[in-house]
């Protein structure tokens, strides 16, 4: 099975690379980033043909 990034991590990435290089805290749009991160799960649970992704699990 394949892990994905959770919101909560992404966020916690975000906030470590802001601290060490600078940068606005904050996303601009919250629920983009939560579709953004939920599309690669979506396309391959609806994909008839897993084998098209051998490595993903």
């Given amino acids: 099975m394949t892990d994905y990034?959770?919101?909560?991590?992404?966020?916690?990435?975000h906030k470590e690379q802001i601290e060490?290089?600078?940068g606005a805290y904050g996303v601009r749009d919250p629920e983009?980033?939560?579709?953004a991160l939920y599309r690669?799960?979506?396309r391959?649970?609806?994909t008839?043909?897993?084998?098209?992704?051998p490595y993903l699990g």
Avoid: H, N
């Fill in 20 to 22: 060490r290089y600078g």
């Fill in 40 to 42: 690669p799960q979506k």
């Fill in 48 to 53: 008839t043909d897993a084998s098209e992704y």
């Fill in 5 to 13: 990034p959770t919101l909560t991590e992404v966020q916690a990435i």
């Fill in 44 to 46: 391959l649970s609806s």
């Fill in 32 to 35: 983009l980033l939560e579709a």
